[in-house]
């Protein structure tokens, strides 16, 4: 038995795929890119809430700080957000909370309420690496195109991917379930394509480059995949 007005109701509408950008980004005046490139860490900022105190907007967020030196990247960034005024610094492990004013934040320059991140900032090597989305493919070329504008002493953009597909929100907070070595080994096998099809590297060719006996090596990954992917399957 059909429900009374059933036939009228109108059909669900039509999701479509997003249009995703990924983005290589120099740009003055960030402590965070200036501590990868001094030493050997990985930064993942995530933005937690923007509002207004005292006629000022201000945006709280947490950086996540992974590598052989994370500790001396953490203590050269706190320097450099108290330089900008941050208030609130706290640190929680490997998490360091922040409030700091908006114009601090250089992506604020350029992004607008048609393009958002969907995965947190990773800075690495001296750059950030952004993945933003957005329902229509001119946000994200007008996006870039105001990046390309700005002053090359001031910053620098590659383009180095844009699609079209589902987007891929990863809780990267699974990751924390993985020691120091674990993640090491993990993010060395997705960086040299162990993962990929066809595969790009060996095992043994992954603990080589990591300077680590093969099984000693080959145990780590293992142990890494095995928290990991139990976690994103559910």
Same mark, same amino acid.
């Given at each position: ?9 109108? !059909?669900?509408?039509?999701? +479509?795929?997003?249009? #995703?950008?990924?983005?290589?980004v120099?740009h003055?005046?960030s ?9 050997d860490?990985? #930064? ?9 105190q005292k *006629? *000022?907007?201000l945006?709280?967020?947490? =950086?996540?700080?992974?590598? *052989? $030196?994370?500790e ?12 900008q ?10 998490? =360091? ?22 995965? !947190? $900032?990773?800075?690495?090597?001296g750059?950030?690496?952004?993945t ?7 946000? %994200? ?5 105001? +990046? ?5 002493? *001031? @910053?620098?953009?590659?383009? +180095? ?10 809780p990267?907070? #699974?990751?924390?379930? %993985?020691?120091?070595? $674990? ?8 960086q ?5 099809? !066809? ?6 060719? %992954? ?13 780590r %990954?293992?142990? @890494?995949?095995?928290?990991l992917? !139990?976690? +994103?399957?559910?």
């Amino acid at each position: 038995m059909v429900p009374p007005g059933a036939a009228c109701a109108s !059909p669900p509408p039509t999701v +479509l795929p997003m249009w #995703i950008a990924e983005f290589k980004v120099w740009h003055t005046g960030s402590a965070a890119r200036e501590a990868t490139a001094r030493f050997d860490a990985l #930064i993942e900022t995530h933005y937690l809430n923007v509002f207004t105190q005292k *006629k *000022k907007e201000l945006v709280s967020g947490v =950086m996540v700080y992974y590598g *052989k $030196q994370a500790e001396q990247a953490m203590q050269y960034v706190i320097e450099g957000l108290k330089k900008q005024g941050a208030t609130n610094l706290k640190r929680e492990g490997n998490q =360091m909370f922040y409030t700091v004013a908006s114009i601090h934040q250089f992506h604020s320059i350029v992004l607008n309420a048609n393009v958002f991140f969907i995965r !947190p $900032q990773q800075i690495r090597g001296g750059y950030g690496y952004w993945t933003v989305a957005a329902w229509e493919k001119k946000h %994200l070329l007008g996006f870039y195109n105001a +990046l390309r504008k700005l002053p090359k002493s *001031k @910053a620098t953009v590659e383009l +180095l991917s844009l699609k079209q597909g589902l987007a891929p929100v990863f809780p990267s907070s #699974i990751r924390h379930a %993985l020691s120091d070595k $674990q993640r090491e080994a993990f993010e060395l096998a997705c960086q040299e394509g162990y993962y990929a099809s !066809p595969r790009r590297a060996s095992l043994e060719e %992954l603990a080589e480059k990591a300077d680590l006996p093969y099984t000693t090596f080959k145990d780590r %990954l293992r142990a @890494a995949e095995s928290e990991l992917w !139990p976690k +994103l399957v559910s």
